[in-house]
């Protein structure tokens, strides 16, 4: 038998018979049941199981398994073998269905939905927001970053309709992903951190990075909505004209102005402009971090959140996932930078630590990966970088710069490069560890 398969309709299979139920009854099934799961190692009792599948797997041949172990319904998008249950539900797409449910729920608030994007520093971004919101405001927002077409349905049906306000992180490689992502998130604010050379291989240029991170301001400029914007950019300056309300945020010249008042070790900053702050003294390291205080310090401040509380926010946030961590092993200071690197994060941090006053500097660098065919020149160009400043050691680890020459530390991986940093006994060091998220350079710090 053949059955038509429309995306608005799901098919539920009720004693071997198929009736058409709309993504509204989904909905209200969603209601009864709204936790959802997508992995059955994880499942609870009365989760609703979605059997997405990818290159790698496929969820629905766990749905008969997902019933047994107490889920009220499977979500799934190919028939199952062995006795069908009248809990499981066959839809056309189960990635798509997860979707417009998500849309479908979003469509019952009328709370700001703030949308952050970027090259660099979405995730801590996102994080200081919402210290700052929650102080205040019942705050729903991505965990970890789970901030791809995945993970933003999966935070947007965790929003509960206690919800004042919800802060989603969309991550992007390639054009087109943020524009779908605003047609089921509808964000009514948004930031874009920067754009920088960051998954150049799935965006082709820094030109087509500008123009997919973009896509969130192209939504917010159609639907009437508020951009928070780096004003020092000139670049998000020309991307955003025409987006009906922007709030400025830099250095100069902008509605919240900040300035730096230390980065050693920690950063500490002052802020001026239509809020007042002195010495923000935050634990975040480096002065690349500015930028992303600021958007929190403005995203409370347009939210009127208190400036105590503002303030009291982004001083107890600690860093965490190897995200900008400064540690201390003995008497050495090591920032782990270690979740992600494309070169203009790669520049920001080896830039930031080289202006360090100290005596001992030492680079512990991963290979930059997504960069495309000009993966091999931005690996020269940092390269170019390190070169000029003074290094106690330098150690480059695997990727791109094994295929260059250079006179510094050679590893293939970072469990090699661990080794090697186990032996030399520093003290006193600053000591700076970054690489792509696939390098996974924290384990340089591992005695395993």
């Known amino acids: 038998m053949a059955f038509l398969f429309l995306p608005i309709f799901i098919f539920h299979i009720f004693l071997g018979l198929f009736t058409m139920i709309s993504i509204e009854d989904l909905y209200a099934i969603y209601k009864q049941f709204p936790s959802i799961q997508t992995d059955t190692r994880k499942l609870e009792k009365n989760d609703l199981f979605f059997a997405l599948k990818g290159e790698n797997f496929n ?4 749905a008969n398994q997902a019933i047994e172990k107490g889920a009220a319904f499977a979500i799934v998008d190919e028939n199952v073998d062995g ?13 798509k269905t997860l979707q417009a449910l998500a849309k ?7 709370i700001p939905f703030l949308a952050i994007t970027g090259s660099n520093g979405k995730t801590t971004t996102k ?3 919402h210290a700052v919101l929650s102080s205040s405001l019942r705050t729903y927002t991505t965990e970890g970053n789970l901030n791809n077409h995945i993970g933003i349905p999966l935070t947007i049906l965790k929003v509960k309709f206690d919800a004042e306000i919800a802060v989603i992180e969309m991550g992007a490689n390639h054009l087109k992903e943020i524009e779908g992502y605003c047609q089921y998130t509808l964000p009514t604010h948004g930031i874009i951190t920067n754009v920088g050379k960051a998954h150049l291989e799935g965006f082709g240029s820094l030109e087509g990075v500008k123009k997919g991170k973009g896509e969130l301001y192209d939504f917010l400029r159609n639907n009437n909505g508020t951009a928070f914007v780096m004003w020092d950019y000139d670049y998000l300056r020309g991307l955003s004209k025409g987006i009906p309300h922007i709030i400025s945020y830099g250095t100069r010249d902008a509605t919240v102005v900040g300035s730096i008042c230390q980065t050693e070790p920690y950063l500490s900053v002052d802020i001026s402009g239509s809020i007042s702050i002195k010495n923000i003294s935050t634990k975040l390291t480096g002065d690349y971090n500015l930028p992303n205080v600021l958007a929190a310090v403005t995203v409370g401040n347009y939210f009127n959140i208190d400036t105590k509380k503002v303030k009291t926010a982004i001083e107890n946030y600690l860093p965490s996932n190897s995200r900008s961590q400064l540690l201390e092993l003995n008497s050495n200071k090591i920032i782990l930078d270690a979740y992600n690197a ?5 520049r920001a941090a080896i830039e930031n630590i080289g202006k360090f006053n100290v005596k001992n500097k030492v680079l512990i660098l991963g290979g930059m990966a997504e960069l495309g065919e000009t993966s091999l020149q931005e690996h020269e160009n940092i390269l170019a970088l390190i070169k000029k400043y003074s290094w106690k050691d330098v150690a480059l680890v695997g990727g791109d710069f094994l295929k260059i020459d250079h ?3 050679r590893f293939t991986n970072s469990t090699e490069a661990g080794q090697w940093f186990q032996r030399q006994n520093y003290s006193d060091a600053y000591i700076l560890i970054k690489g792509s998220r696939s390098m996974k350079m924290e384990k340089v710090l591992s005695k395993e």
């Open 59 to 62: 969820g629905n041949l766990f």
């Open 83 to 95: 006795n069908l249950s009248e809990r499981i539900i066959l839809v056309e797409d189960v990635l």
């Open 104 to 110: 479908y729920h979003r469509q019952q608030f009328s």
């Open 127 to 129: 994080e200081l927001i």
């Open 342 to 346: 494309n070169p203009t994060s790669m």
């Open 407 to 409: 006179p510094y530390n």
